[in-house]
Each structure stands twice: as C-alpha cells, then as structure tokens.
C-alpha cells in the first residue's frame, strides 16, 4: 500500500498545474478541495450532532456522480427508516453529484447542517479520519467506486463494505484484469457485492471477488420512479401548444447535439408542432449547446431564464434544460424520447426515466452502460436503436405510427417487472447490520 499512495502522491504531483489551470479558468475544481483533503464539513459534524470527533456511528452511502445519486435515491430513503440513531451520510465526487445530492437529501435539515460531503482522496491520514468521525455501520458504495486505500482502511476499522447497483464496464474490465493479482488481494475485504446482472456477478468473480461475497440483486434504476407532476413540469406542460408533440433528448454529449438538430430541423417541415427539449449532460456545457442551437437557426428558450418569467413555447423552438434532476420527470411530456451518450462511443444513458412514463424511446448504437436494460427493452419491442444518419428517419416514424403508443406501453412493462432491487439490497444490509457488532461508546474505530 506505500507503493500505491507514493503514486497517488506522484499522480497528484505532476496532474497539478493543469488542475490549477482548470481551477482559475472555469472555477469549478476548487469545491470542495478543502473535503478531500480531508477537512471534514462542519455542517456534516452538526448533523451528526458534535463539533469534534464524536461517538455517533452512521450508515455511509458514496455515489459517484448524477447518475449513481439517482439510483440511490430510494435506497437512501429506506435506510432511513432503519434506525433514528443511525444516520445515513452520503458522499459524492463530482460537483453535478454533489448539487443533486444536496438538492434530494438535505431538504429537511436544520439551517447549516448537511449530511451531504465530498469522497475524500484515498490517502491513508485523509482515509481514517473520515473513518473516526462517521463511525460506519456499514460503507455502502454504488456500482464500482472501488479505492484500494479506503477499502484496507475500512477493514482495519471494522466497517464492513457492500457494494450495491455493482457493475463493471467493458471498458473497466480489461484493466482490473491486467492487475487481477492485486486485486484479489483488496477485493477480499469486501463484505459483499450486490450486482446488477449475472454477467456483473461473472465479471466480480473474474478479477477476484470471493463467490460467497457476490449476489445478483438487480438493477437499483428500475425501482427510481420520477414525479411527472413536479411544478417545472406542470408549469411547462402548461406552456405547451395544445397541438404540441414533444421530442425529449435526454443526457445528450458533445457531438449528438449536432445531430439532433438536424434531425429536428428535418421533422418540422411534416411536424410544423414539434417542440425540442434538450438536456445536456454537463452543466459546463449549457452555454456551449445554447451557441450551437443559435448557430443552427434556432431559437433558444433557456429553463433557467424562462422560470423567471414563463410564457407559452412557440412550436419550433428549442427549450434547453439547463438543470439538474429535472430530466426524468420533463420525460413525461415526450411523444417520443432520445436518451443520450448513445450516438457517440460513451456508453449511453438511462432509459428508464422514459420508460416508465410509457414513451417509445430511441438511442444510438452504443448502449454498454446499460446493455441489461437495453436487452430487456429490445427483447419486448420496446425502443429503437439507429446510427446517427436514420435518427430523422426512426424518429418520423415513431411520430406518425400508432404503435408508438404500445410501444411505449411495453417500456413500461418492462420499468415494472424489473423493479424491486432496491428492497433486496436492503435486505441484504439489513444483514451486513445484524451480524456487525456496533462501536461501543467511548471505543474508537481499529
């Protein structure tokens, strides 16, 4: 492990002027600096109810980014309800996760609490006194936000580590297994793994997770059910054409959105109704789509700015959401959706959010995040997948078909079969909980 943190250390080292140049040019990469360095927040220490290292022990969740947030969600709140004397905290790492974290679990926190934090960085001195202060139950982390140093530290805590919603991608695999040495050393100290799929379970086991440590539990997404009545969206459904149809595109990336102009500009001359809602992924992004939009002849409504001052959406216009955890509920407006990441080679995104909404749902090609669901949702003719030149062309086609309809009955079929994951996670928790002896007051963690 001193191998390992030395070349955190020299990573660290040598990336620093161009994070520096990140800093002072965007301004983003300096939140939360002081947290993963190990600066526990007082809001965190005030919920916890101590100014300094204290003996209340919590359930620790750490979600990566947006996307984990989200799948988590549910989970969070029932483990709530656990325990009134075992708080739930939750970690992120990126500041789009953080946002959404804060925005969904400190609603009901007194002023100045918060039970919402950065993922430390895995040095050993930053490691253990996030350990002391949060006391663990139980170190929960969704899909595969595996760190050599915070799993050694754990054990040695006596905090047990399940992973939840675990999956590992295409692109992940190939280098866990050029260190399957190594890794089946560290992954030894996880207490369990709950994966996605069989082919998750067969990947664990391949890079040296112990086959008593692995379950399939399912995927923690099916079970995420969006409020379409959220206000934005009864305030923009109320905005709409009466003779409106809606094109939604989800979690769009740099290079789709080009596309999906076109494909809109092509639309409008059969469909003179069409409204266009874009939701890039990244927040740094929505000034560059609102540019390109203009570029492309378009006229641009931005979220942010029409909330100040709603009026009805022209048919034409392109309405760019520009926020965060608004997209899956804005899905139910859709007469069709797009989901993103799936034109260009990033894996692709969920298709959930429109599916349980019962709206027929088109992606590109590259669709391996989510390759269990996909296969679900072709198996039951329930979405369409195209190269970026039929975009136009498929999208037509599910606006003028009546089968769209049931196409997009079958989506949410397939939303409720899945579903339940996230009570077998719990389940399995509530397990991990049992047979875990609590920290005696006064004791501190090993």
Not at 25 to 45: F, K, N, T
Not at 73 to 97: N, Y
Not at 210 to 222: I, M, Q, R, S, T
Request: proline share 7%; with cysteine.
């Amino acid at each position: 492990m001193l191998l390992y943190s030395l070349g955190l250390l020299a990573v660290i080292i040598l990336a620093s002027p161009y994070w520096l140049l990140r800093m002072v040019w965007s301004g983003r990469y300096h939140d939360g600096l002081g947290q993963r360095l190990g600066a526990v927040p007082r809001g965190l220490r005030e919920f916890l109810g101590k100014e300094t290292t204290g003996q209340r022990s919590t359930i620790w969740v750490h979600a990566v980014s947006v996307g984990e947030v989200m799948a988590a969600s549910r989970l969070v709140e029932l483990l709530d309800g656990i325990d009134p004397a075992l708080p739930v905290v939750i970690s992120t790492t990126t500041c789009t996760g953080q946002q959404l974290a804060h925005d969904r679990f400190n609603k009901n926190l007194q002023s100045g609490q918060t039970r919402v934090f950065y993922y430390p960085l895995d040095f050993a001195w930053i490691v253990r006194r996030y350990l002391r202060v949060l006391r663990p139950r139980v170190l929960i982390l969704v899909e595969s936000e595996l760190w050599p140093r915070m799993l050694v530290e754990a054990r040695r805590a006596g905090t047990p580590v399940v992973v939840v919603n675990g999956r590992i991608s295409d692109r992940s695999l190939p280098r866990y297994r050029a260190l399957r040495w190594l890794w089946r050393l560290l992954l030894r100290r996880l207490t369990l793994v709950l994966a996605q799929s069989e082919q998750d379970r067969t990947r664990f086991l391949s890079i040296g997770v112990p086959a008593n440590a692995v379950e399939v539990a399912g995927n923690l997404k099916y079970d995420v059910h969006a409020a379409g009545g959220s206000p934005m969206t009864q305030m923009l459904r109320a905005n709409l054409p009466a003779q409106a149809k809606v094109f939604v595109a989800g979690s769009t990336m740099e290079g789709e959105e080009n596309y999906l102009l076109d494909a809109f500009r092509e639309l409008l001359p059969q469909f003179p109704c069409l409204i266009l809602i874009l939701a890039p992924r990244h927040p740094e992004r929505f000034r560059a789509v609102e540019e390109l939009v203009q570029k492309k002849k378009f006229f641009p409504v931005r979220k942010s700015e029409w909330m100040q001052q709603p009026r009805p959406i022209a048919p034409g216009r392109v309405f760019l959401l520009d926020s965060l955890g608004e997209l899956a509920s804005v899905y139910s407006l859709a007469s069709v959706a797009f989901v993103g990441g799936s034109l260009i080679s990033a894996g692709g995104h969920n298709p959930l959010e429109p599916a349980q909404f019962s709206v027929p749902i088109v992606m590109g090609p590259h669709t391996e995040n989510f390759r269990g669901m996909v296969a679900a949702l072709l198996a039951r003719e329930a979405m369409r997948v195209t190269p970026p030149e039929r975009l136009a062309a498929v999208l037509r086609e599910l606006l003028l078909s009546p089968e769209a309809v049931e196409m997009g009955q079958r989506a949410r079929t397939v939303f409720e079969e899945e579903a339940g994951a996230t009570e077998r996670c719990l389940a399995a928790i509530q397990k991990v909980l049992a047979n875990q002896q609590p920290v005696r007051e006064g004791e501190q963690p090993r």
